[in-house]
T-cell receptor
Framework: DTGVSQDPRHKITKRGQNVTFRCDPISEHNRLYWYRQTLGQGPEFLTYFQNEAQLEKSRLLSDRFSAERPKGSFSTLEIQRTEQGDSAMYLC?????????????FGPGTRLTVL | AQSVTQLGSHVSVSEGALVLLRCNYSSSVPPYLFWYVQYPNQGLQLLLKYTSAATLVKGINGFEAEFKKSETSFHLTKPSAHMSDAAEYFCAVSVRGSGNTGKLIFGQGTTLQVKP
């Protein structure tokens, strides 16, 4: 399977703990996106990478959140000192560069539950 | 700023009936428009997209959508619903222009229920 993969699929943690999620995009895709989806809502943009450069961050991405894409391949999203409001599905997507009309391919998501 | 409004959070149709899911957008520049489908516990899958080549766009699984600039709409239709179409549907907009990242702005979603 050469689609976008995310790990873990589910994460349950206690408030105050740190968590890290991983996204492996489609190998030839140089654009990578993170979105957050809460129950009953559409996904909301968090951040965007082109290769290893993080080029845009949403105001939703507080200073407790950090994302990296060290070699322009896989990406990690870390949440420090988790809060109950962080409970959501975290989606990763990748696409080819060349224009905003290019299709984004989504992974299955990581569902985070903060107790 | 761009935004998307999906009218109706839940739509219920009978199997074989017409499916119509509504989407209106707001954008100060010509947008790219997308419809995605999400099945339970899965990621989003692209149904179709509008990038200005044609105003009537055909997608997968028999779905199509028509871009109407005068109405700022991009409604999704399918002539005959199947049970397998039951899912969550999202309309999204992306902004044209150099330097734009391609990030998607999503509507809140419409849950489609198909009754036997």
């Amino acid at each position: 399977d050469t689609g976008v993969s995310q790990d873990p699929r589910h994460k349950i943690t206690k408030r105050g703990q740190n968590v890290t999620f991983r996204c492996d995009p489609i190998s030839e895709h140089n654009r990578l996106y993170w979105y957050r989806q809460t129950l009953g809502q559409g996904p909301e943009f968090l951040t965007y990478f082109q290769n290893e450069a993080q080029l845009e961050k949403s105001r939703l991405l507080s200073d407790r959140f950090s994302a990296e894409r060290p070699k322009g391949s896989f990406s990690t999203l870390e949440i420090q000192r988790t809060e109950q409001g962080d409970s959501a599905m975290y989606l990763c997507a990748s696409s080819l560069a060349g224009g905003p009309g290019n299709e984004q391919f989504f992974g299955p998501g990581t569902r985070l539950t903060v107790l | 700023a761009q935004s998307v409004t999906q009218l109706g959070s839940h739509v219920s149709v009978s199997e074989g009936a017409l499916v119509l899911l509504r989407c209106n957008y707001s954008s100060s520049v010509p947008p790219y428009l997308f419809w995605y489908v999400q099945y339970p516990n899965q990621g989003l899958q692209l149904l179709l997209k509008y990038t200005s080549a044609a105003t009537l766009v055909k997608g997968i699984n028999g779905f199509e959508a028509e871009f109407k600039k005068s109405e700022t709409s991009f409604h999704l239709t399918k002539p005959s619903a199947h049970m397998s179409d039951a899912a969550e549907y999202f309309c999204a907009v992306s902004v044209r222009g150099s330097g734009n990242t391609g990030k998607l702005i999503f509507g809140q979603g419409t849950t489609l229920q198909v009754k036997p």
